[in-house]
């Protein structure tokens, strides 16, 4: 873990070398997803199988694709505990993405000309799912939400079984959720078949969800092909905390998403050198019992950070720079400080809104962007499963109107036959 002050000489600098984290672990994986997508797209099912043995030591010889059965025994399988939960956290999902459903809009000029826009759903969309360290039911409930309530008919979902098992709750959340095909298959090469098809997997036109670095780079390496969502990779958060605030609810909070991998980046930015310090011991003493003290170590010793602000307002700049996937804001009045934020995935408000409200249960999707693209970016929503037409028509006496304007820039570009388009009907 590093410690920053923002008054020392460079520090904008140093952060910047702390924020550069996955693109020195991307320069090194970027050959190696290249081929794997090479391989599926030569291989097809073949590739797949052979893949899916040698990285998830899963076979699948005898299907990819987890049939209806295998699905209804998994739900079977889930505690009423667990399928309750689900439920309530679906509820929420669905209200909350329900209140993003775009407008279409119609509306007649001054000429008489009709304009305005459609909004029309995706065709088929890849989901992917995490499942390489741990189950992510919940990320099933993120991604297809948006989808369904999108309209979107084609909802793929791929997620790696690890040793050939699923958790039975991702099929549930699949099936609550409106899925119409799950595949036992993940990293690069499942995005690779989502992208180009294989003899058994459809292509989709947009592949959407979050991954660990090789799918974040495999979606960086189909877009174009395919249309992708922000890059979702490794989780991260960012704290700012007021002094009084109990250290080590907000140790917790760093790690819950260092816990992720050990790519993750929590950084704590505070003004009392007595929080620091309390926080800091806190981590160490929760890691010492943590059931993946590996992956949530490694994180938090070589990207986590606890940067020292002047104020609450220094902090704010401090975390713009940062743009974080999720942003707490541990103060007594957040909504004081919330104008100050520009860039981040998500802002979760007050000491009673941690972080993982909304892995699970708020509203909005926890698939958000990383590794700084919160700067261009949003997180994910209904408006990543729809596209928008423009609409335009003109009465005739609308076109007699605009139509030379439109021949006369025709002719200034050298194109002929679009004057003509336009004269011909002027001279009819
Ligand atoms: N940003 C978000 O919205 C968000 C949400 C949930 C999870 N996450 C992130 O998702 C990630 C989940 O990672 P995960 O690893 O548990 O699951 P994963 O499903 O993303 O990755 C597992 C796959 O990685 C591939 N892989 C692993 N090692 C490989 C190697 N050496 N060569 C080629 N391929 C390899 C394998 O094919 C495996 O199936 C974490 O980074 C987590 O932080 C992000
Ligand atoms: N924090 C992750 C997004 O970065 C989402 C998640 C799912 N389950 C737990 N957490
Ligand atoms: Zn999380």
New binding site residues.
């Given amino acids: 873990m590093r410690r920053l002050d923002t008054t020392e000489e460079g520090f904008e600098a140093k952060l910047r070398a702390l924020l550069q984290r996955d693109e020195a672990a991307v320069a090194g994986i970027s050959d190696?997803v290249r081929n794997?997508i090479a391989d599926v797209r030569g291989g097809g099912d073949a590739k797949l199988v052979e893949l899916t043995r040698k990285?998830?030591r899963t076979d699948l010889s005898c299907g990819l694709a987890v049939t209806e059965q295998e699905v209804e025994q998994a739900i079977a399988a889930c505690s009423k505990e667990a399928l309750d939960a689900l439920e309530i956290a679906a509820r929420r999902i669905e209200a909350y993405h329900d209140r993003q459903r775009p407008e279409d809009r119609r509306w007649i000029d001054d000429l008489g000309v009709t304009l305005g826009w459609r909004w029309t759903p995706l065709d088929a969309v890849g989901l992917y799912v995490?499942?390489?360290?741990?189950a992510?039911p919940s990320?099933v409930l993120m991604n297809a939400i948006p989808a369904k309530v999108a309209g979107v008919k084609r909802i793929v979902i791929v997620t790696?079984a690890r040793e050939g098992k699923l958790n039975p709750l991702v099929l549930a959340a699949a099936k609550r959720a409106g899925v119409t095909e799950i595949y036992k298959i993940?990293?690069?090469?499942a995005v690779a078949a989502l992208a180009y098809g294989t003899e058994t997997i459809k292509p989709v036109d947009k592949i959407v969800g979050?991954?660990?670095a090789?799918?974040a780079e495999a979606k960086r390496q189909v877009f174009g092909h395919v249309g992708i969502d922000s890059i979702?990779?490794?989780?991260e958060i960012t704290v700012i905390a007021e002094g009084g605030i109990e250290a080590s609810h907000i140790a917790a909070d760093l790690l819950s998403q260092t816990e992720?991998?050990k790519?993750?980046q929590s950084i704590l930015l505070c003004c009392s050198e007595v929080l620091a310090s309390a926080v800091a011991k806190a981590v160490e003493d929760q890691l010492a019992e943590h059931p993946r003290r590996e992956i949530a170590e490694t994180a938090w010793r070589e990207q986590g950070a606890i940067i020292m602000c002047e104020d609450l307002a220094d902090a704010a700049r401090v975390s713009n720079i940062i743009a974080p996937?999720h942003l707490e804001l541990c103060v007594r009045d957040p909504e004081a400080l919330l104008p100050l934020i520009d860039h981040a995935g998500a802002v979760f408000l007050g000491r009673h809104t941690p972080e993982a409200i909304g892995d699970y249960v708020g509203g909005p999707s926890?698939?958000?962007p990383?590794s700084r693209a919160a700067r261009f970016s949003s997180g994910l929503s209904v408006l990543d499963f729809v596209k928008r037409m423009s609409v335009t028509g003109c009465p005739e006496k609308a076109f007699r109107e605009i139509g030379p304007v439109a021949a006369t820039l025709a002719e200034i570009e050298g194109l002929p036959s679009h004057a003509a388009s336009v004269t011909f009907r002027l001279e009819e």
């Fill in positions: 190696s794997i990285l998830d995490p499942g390489g360290t741990a992510y990320s790696p993940g990293g690069a090469q979050p991954g660990n090789y799918v979702a990779g490794p989780s992720h991998d790519l993750s996937e926890h698939v958000l990383t």
